[in-house]
């Protein structure tokens, strides 16, 4: 099979139509979808996978399912993930096309997201649609390729591999058949062996670099197809917009491998050998040259992402970019402990945010108002231990190249045990045995305001002074700064859920 001729927004709303057939029960069950689904935090890099891989999968009709159980497409979509909205008008409108950007008008943005593309929330709604909404025990079955994770959240009850339903839908028990991952191994999924299907889990900057590698493997995507048509220019900037933003366009060499440079390597060749299109007629022009400066990409897409942050309230900024995980403790299986002296489960939360700590505590107020709100935001999640990962950059004052604009990307971590806050209670036993085994691994040193100069009404505020040593009723809080800035969530969560298990 070639590369499919209809556009980008055609396959969306396609997709989109199959999906509420499936849903309504009219679909036959060979003609059933497969739902390729990114993980919990609905990043650039998970909703683009998706895209993506489902465009190109075949012979079964695949649907992209973001994964945000609370927030339908739509204003509030393009709201939170601005980011994935400028990639995708700036992915499907040449440079020099005149239209207005929808990405930058919420009614018009919200309008075209809601044709095309689907989330978890969209998918329970339709649910309740079709289905009598007091009748819980009503159950759909759907097969799933996993993108940028490797574990559903909700195990089967059978405790079958590859088989567990999403948070937000557990009225359907999906059937993982492949899976593209670039995260430590859950050991959820049994070794996928179908030829018809991926199955990768290896290290790489981006996900979709494995996506778009895999693609070309299976002969889903091949390299020499001259030209380019329209449609490929567009998935291979969409693709490549991820790949730019979680290797800092290629200059956090510690992040970049070799999946990610084929990738590069594969996309820019697609972009090089495009043609002309029309945008309106899908058709090509004339021949000629592509020109597509990666650096103006970039910078666009990295300026949605950071600035969407002011617009967000604390709990979202939280929420925006979160993962949980639940680790049993060793010691909870003792067989010298009795039935009522085992431990129990303790779930980790980690948010990740591309802005310090202290523009938060300047956005809540003061470190007081954040704690609680941090305290809040985690007993919602019902967690035993909440993580928040910062990464902002600040001028580089010991470079001594007299370049005003040179940086120096930075990384803060604040680790939070609720409870009692007693020496002999798990949670605090547990980020204490993270701090003893990472310590050293994360480079953590004391804490300091980093980023004054950035920002001087953080400074004026002293909105990050004495935050080191406030304390809240409920926590036990210990805050660094992170010398190691190679190590992100993907190195810091098997560290904490280690740590965690080895209490």
């Not at 927004?9 to 679909?27: D, P, W, Y």
């Not at 489902?54 to 939170?80: C, D, K, Q």
């Not at 010398?483 to 560290?495: E, F, I, W």
Request: charged share 20%; net charge negative; hydrophobic share 35%.
């Amino acid at each position: 099979m070639g590369i499919p001729e209809h556009s980008l927004f055609q396959f969306l709303a396609k997709a989109l139509q199959t999906h509420h057939r499936f849903v309504s029960g009219t679909l036959s069950h060979a003609e059933a979808p497969i739902y390729v689904i990114g993980n919990a935090s609905a990043d650039l890099d998970s909703i683009i996978s998706a895209l993506v891989y489902s465009y190109f999968a075949h012979p079964r009709p695949h649907i992209p399912l973001i994964n945000l159980p609370t927030v339908p497409s739509g204003p509030e979509l393009r709201r939170l993930r601005p980011e994935f909205v400028k990639s995708l008008w700036l992915s499907t409108h040449p440079p020099a096309d005149g239209d207005q950007p929808w990405d930058d008008t919420p009614s018009s943005a919200g309008k075209i997201l809601q044709d095309h593309i689907l989330t978890v929330a969209d998918f329970a709604s339709h649910l309740q649609q079709h289905h009598n909404p007091d009748n819980t025990t009503t159950r759909l079955t759907a097969d799933a390729v996993l993108v940028d994770w490797n574990a559903l959240p909700e195990r089967s009850p059978s405790h079958h591999r590859g088989q567990g339903s999403l948070t937000g839908l557990p009225t359907i028990d999906f059937t993982v058949i492949g899976c593209i991952d670039h995260h430590a191994d859950e050991h959820f999924l049994a070794p996928i062996t179908t030829t018809n299907q991926p199955f990768l889990l290896q290290p790489s900057g981006s996900c979709a670099s494995l996506v778009v590698n895999m693609l070309e493997k299976m002969a889903r995507w091949p390299r020499h197809s001259h030209p380019t048509t329209p449609t490929e220019l567009q998935l291979s900037k969409l693709a490549m917009s991820p790949i730019l933003i979680d290797t800092a366009n290629f200059t956090a060499k510690e992040k970049v491998t070799d999946s990610d440079t084929l990738a590069y390597s594969f996309l820019r060749s697609k972009l090089s050998n495009a043609s002309s299109p029309d945008i309106h007629t899908h058709t090509i022009t004339h021949p000629s040259p592509h020109h597509w400066d990666n650096n103006v990409f970039f910078t666009e897409i990295a300026i949605a992402k950071q600035n969407s942050l002011d617009l967000l309230t604390v709990h979202e900024v939280l929420d925006r970019d979160y993962k949980q995980w639940t680790e049993t403790p060793s010691s909870s299986s003792s067989s010298q402990q009795t039935q009522n002296q085992k431990q129990s489960p303790l779930t980790v939360g980690i948010c990740s945010t591309v802005k310090s700590l202290p523009w938060i505590l300047r956005k809540s107020g003061n470190p007081e108002t954040f704690l609680d709100e941090l305290y809040t935001f985690a007993t919602q999640k019902e967690l035993d231990i909440v993580m928040v990962m910062t990464a902002f950059s600040t001028p580089d004052h010991n470079d001594n190249s007299n370049n005003k604009k040179k940086e120096k990307f930075r990384r803060e971590l604040l680790v939070c045990a609720l409870g009692d806050k007693q020496e002999d209670e798990m949670g605090v036993q547990a980020v204490q045995a993270f701090i003893s085994r990472a310590g050293s691994e994360l480079g953590l040193e004391d804490w300091t305001v980093l980023d004054r100069e950035a920002s001087e009404s953080e400074s004026e505020s002293g909105s990050g002074s004495g935050f080191a040593a406030c304390e809240h009723a409920h926590m036990w809080k210990r805050v660094w700064v992170q010398g190691d800035v190679t190590k992100s969530r993907k190195q810091v969560a098997p560290l904490i859920r280690e740590a965690v298990w080895g209490v």
